[in-house]
């Protein structure tokens, strides 16, 4: 609704021009009065107004004095701009007209008032309200469209490494840098719950902004990086520490702070974002450390080459009974005692390695453990999904010890039974067909991998030479029947062709299957040379 006050020291005239303006325009102005200028004066600065209509001669304070008062004030809060003005006055004044007139009034009115002259002089304000409103509103639009071309445009910027003095130039106009004040410091922070989840990043960057300000710092930029965590830039430096003391006092234990040196060029918000970044990097390794300033870091951490050698004996361990060499083995691959002056790029490139050299190939080897396991071989498959190393170097540890004690189960279970008794029924009943590992693994649900290594304990033997004998001994029964022609025993047991037929038996056999024939059937005469030819082909 509009705001509306009516200043006249005559109560009659006050509440005839209320009752009128409500009767004409119902629910669209909502009205207060005022007996004279003062009055009025401390109901604008408290509540505001849109229009005013006031009567010229009053006691305390007339019209043209509080006309005055209100355009020297600073506008109340929520104010867009200054109230529209209508004059009444009982007297034919040019001195009060002139005054209208440098005052810019909407209208002039003399009493006694007339209805249509007073809504007429109402409905210029509300038409000239109305393109007030589109005027800020576009203006609003602009301005906050020109505010997410400039924080793109610093996005960018935060990205460079190189710059040309045309660069820097096009830059500093683009992102407004002459508003900058110097010396600046650039912090980036993040928030990590214990689980290790996120802080909202629009969260986030509330609370920062709000508590960077309420210790006192000077704020020239907040915004949020293409990763989702909040970039400040401004001072003075010594206000970064205050506002990580402030979040130890509100127990805001998850939030992280890198902080750059200080800067006074352009390039530096470049050079700034990455010490900062790298700052809050190391976070990851100092647990009880909230924020970390650039300048405090190491200069030279030593350089140490991936071990994947003890890597890969780690993963050969799992499932062997050797679970007390696990922990120690991490604490070597990570470094522990040396931790403080690891690089982080060295924590990241082992946890990689860990993920494809052992978690990765322990679930393609034997296939998915339970949900339990499967949720932390998830979490520890990333850094970033942990506020600490600590906390995932023990989940990392836990997950191992798990995924060894799920081995050694499997192992246990398949060998004493289970699947390779069924694996070995479907070779029994099917080895006629064209048979393969693969078919029978996938039968009894088993990793192509790890069934093979399992067949081979169970059986004693590999699983082709398991299936070479299970045709073989079906050959010689079918052989010992006598009624069949080799060829046709051959395709019987799932063989391609007699000649393949041939070399197997002969290699389990010692003889060929013509010659395993002819010592069953000494002295018979119902087999020909043509069948010896085949045999021997």
């Given at each position: 609704?509009?705001?509306?006050i ?12 209320k ?24 109901m ?6 849109d ?12 019209g ?16 867009s ?11 034919e004044?040019?001195?009060?007209a002139?005054?209208?007139i440098?005052y810019?009034a909407m209208d002039?009115?003399?009493k ?6 007073l ?7 509300t038409?000239?309200l ?7 509103e576009q203006?609003a639009i ?23 003095e ?5 830059w500093?106009?683009?992102i407004?840098f002459?508003r ?6 650039v ?12 802080m ?7 609370l ?8 006192g ?9 293409r ?5 400040l830039i401004?001072?003075p ?17 998850g ?7 200080e ?6 918000l ?5 010490q900062?970044s ?8 100092y ?5 970390i ?14 071990p ?11 499932g ?10 991490l604490h070597?691959?990570?470094r ?5 002056n ?11 390695q860990?993920?494809e ?5 322990v679930?393609?080897l ?10 932390l071989y998830?979490k520890?498959g ?14 990392l540890?836990?997950?191992?010890f798990n ?19 069924e ?8 080895y006629?067909?064209a ?8 039968h009894v649900s ?11 304990t ?6 082709v030479?398991y299936?070479?004998?299970v045709r073989?001994?079906?050959a ?7 009624s069949?022609k ?13 000649r ?11 003889v ?23 045999d021997?082909?």
């Amino acid at each position: 609704m509009t705001k509306l006050i009516i200043v006249d020291d005559e109560k009659n005239i006050r509440l005839g021009l209320k009752t009128m303006i409500e009767r004409e325009f119902q629910d669209q102005y909502e009205i207060i009065t005022a007996t004279q200028g003062a009055e009025a004066l401390e109901m604008y600065l408290t509540e505001g107004a849109d229009i005013i209509i006031t009567d010229i001669r009053m006691p305390v304070m007339d019209g043209i004095t509080l006309i005055e008062r209100i355009s020297a004030e600073t506008l109340p809060s929520g104010q867009s701009g200054r109230p529209l003005i209508i004059i009444l006055s009982g007297y034919e004044d040019f001195e009060y007209a002139k005054a209208a007139i440098h005052y810019q009034a909407m209208d002039y009115l003399l009493k006694p008032i007339r209805r249509d002259e007073l809504f007429g002089a109402l409905s210029k304000c509300t038409e000239q309200l109305a393109k007030r409103s589109e005027v800020v509103e576009q203006l609003a639009i602009t301005e906050t469209y020109r505010l997410q071309v400039q924080i793109a445009r610093l996005q960018e910027l935060l990205q460079q490494r190189d710059f040309t003095e045309k660069d820097t130039e096009a830059w500093s106009k683009e992102i407004g840098f002459d508003r900058y004040r110097l010396p600046f410091s650039v912090a980036v922070l993040t928030y990590k719950y214990e689980d290790g989840s996120r802080m909202k990043k629009e969260e986030l960057q509330s609370l920062a902004k709000h508590m960077f300000e309420s210790v006192g710092g000077r704020l020239d930029t907040c915004l949020l990086d293409r990763e989702g965590r909040v970039v400040l830039i401004g001072g003075p430096q010594r206000k970064f520490a205050e506002l990580s003391l402030l979040a130890d006092e509100k127990e805001l234990d998850g939030l992280l702070i890198g902080v750059s040196q200080e800067g006074s060029q352009l390039t530096d918000l470049a050079h700034g974002y990455k010490q900062a970044s790298a700052s809050l990097s190391y976070t990851f390794i100092y647990p009880k450390t909230r924020l970390i300033w650039f300048a405090e870091l190491p200069g030279n951490r030593p350089f140490f080459a991936i071990p994947k050698e003890e890597i890969r004996k780690l993963g050969n361990i799992l499932g062997t009974n050797r679970e007390k060499e696990i922990g120690p083995m991490l604490h070597q691959i990570f470094r522990i005692d040396q931790l403080a002056n690891v690089d982080i790029s060295y924590l990241e490139a082992v946890s990689k390695q860990m993920n494809e050299q052992v978690l990765d190939e322990v679930f393609r080897l034997y296939g998915e453990a339970s949900v339990e396991v499967i949720k932390l071989y998830r979490k520890v498959g990333d850094l970033s999904n942990f506020r600490h190393f600590h906390d995932y170097f023990r989940s990392l540890e836990q997950l191992l010890f798990n995924l060894d004690a799920y081995i050694k189960e499997i192992r246990s279970a398949h060998s004493e039974h289970g699947d390779m008794r069924e694996a070995v029924a479907y070779i029994e009943n099917n080895y006629h067909r064209a048979l393969n590992m693969a078919m029978v693994s996938n039968h009894v649900s088993l990793n192509y991998s790890y069934f093979s290594e399992a067949f081979k304990t169970y059986a004693g033997e590999s699983f082709v030479t398991y299936l070479k004998k299970v045709r073989i001994r079906k050959a010689k029964e079918l052989i010992g029947m006598g009624s069949l022609k080799l060829s046709e025993i051959s395709a019987a047991v799932g063989f391609e062709n007699t000649r393949q037929f041939s070399r197997v038996f002969k290699e389990l056999e010692g003889v060929s299957p013509f010659e395993y024939r002819g010592k069953l059937f000494v002295g018979s005469e119902r087999y020909t040379d043509r069948e010896k030819f085949e045999d021997e082909e």
